[in-house]
């Protein structure tokens, strides 16, 4: 029986651990480029919550990377190499971040886990919230331009008259922020929808994503009549069709459709590698 022990991270252990992300992580937290860049940084600043599990043979088999905040600590980062699963290391790193925590005083430990949930209800923590995260799969299903609307790119000089459109300064400047973020990328899909009169009823701005293009998210709805919002996304899901696109994703809430809306219309909940949907967990020490 193999025996794991838990020490403090140190400069020298980054490039095994960026191995065992690499191996371990379904989602984009296995990406040399994020995690190494992290976690030197938090070497840098602040690493009293960093840990590692070895063998008694001296081979890193796992590690977390946590912080204590002013009144609760979170986990940002824990992975367990494959070969050294289910034999509570998992366990054993959480331990080491809620002992840290304890020693300063603080009561609550935190973390966000698109898929491993049941990990962390195993050791005493709570789902405590659902950032629920939806997608359409635009592939072997019948995507049109909704009936009687019209489709158009939004152009610069638009901005100042879609000001008047949407009435509040604030939510002019959200929309305006996404239209300039996918002004060079994603041209093409910052729509503006009008029924046959000309009469303008939303706007939609969809964005690729860096890390796998074939997934368009949504960056920004605005419907006038709260009821048209469903069609206003469905413009976009034809426009991001018809660039060949696989997924859209959106992130909820969205004012004007449910999770209900959604599932009706052929939408699942997101649990691809790169778009999830992510679990808030808590424990109370
Ligand atoms: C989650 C993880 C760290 C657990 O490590 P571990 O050393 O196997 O953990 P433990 O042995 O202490 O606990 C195992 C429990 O984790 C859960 N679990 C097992 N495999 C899992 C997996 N692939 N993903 C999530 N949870 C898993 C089970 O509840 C298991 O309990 P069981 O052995 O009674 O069935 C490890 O599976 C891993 O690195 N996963 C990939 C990275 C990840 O998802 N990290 C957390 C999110 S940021």
Known sequence: MMKYRIRQMKPSDVSSVVRIANQSFLETARLGWLIGYRIVQRLMSNRECLFIAETDRGDLAGFVVGELKDDKAVINWIAVHPSHRSRGVGGMLLKAVEEKAREKGIRIVETGTPFARPFYE????????????????????SISIPKGLRI?????????????????ENEWLRFAAAYFEAYESDPEKAILITNKDGEILGVAIGRSEKICSELVTLSYIFAKKKEDTMKILNSLAYVVSSRGHRWLGV???????TEEHLERAGW???RLPFFWTMYRMRKKL
């Open 268 to 270: 699942q909940d997101a």
């Open 122 to 141: 195993k050791y005493g923590y709570k789902c405590v919230d659902i950032r629920r995260s939806m997608l359409l799969e635009l592939v072997g299903r």
């Open 152 to 168: 158009r790119t939004i152009m610069l000089e638009e901005l100042p008259m879609l000001l008047d459109f949407i009435g509040d």
């Open 251 to 257: 992130k909820l809430p969205i004012a004007g459709i």
